[in-house]
């Protein structure tokens, strides 16, 4: 059996900044990019809504 993902939303001012960051300190790896509005990035069971300005969330 599977783990199940958990899935947070994290509201950022910079988008392609998050992705850098979590990528080279944390691990997590890219999932999809839609800069400068979304992007999600995962690590194991958890995954990452980086979530710009621009985006619906806004």
Do not use: C, Q
């Not at 790896?29 to 980086?50: E, I, M, N, Q, Y």
């Amino acid at each position: 059996m599977s783990e199940p993902t958990v899935n947070v939303r994290y509201m950022v001012d910079d988008v392609e900044a998050a992705i850098e960051w979590y990528g080279k300190h944390l691990g997590f790896s890219l999932l999809s990019k839609h800069v400068p509005a979304f992007a999600d990035v995962k690590r194991g069971s958890l995954r990452l809504l980086l979530s710009g300005p621009t985006s619906s969330a806004g």
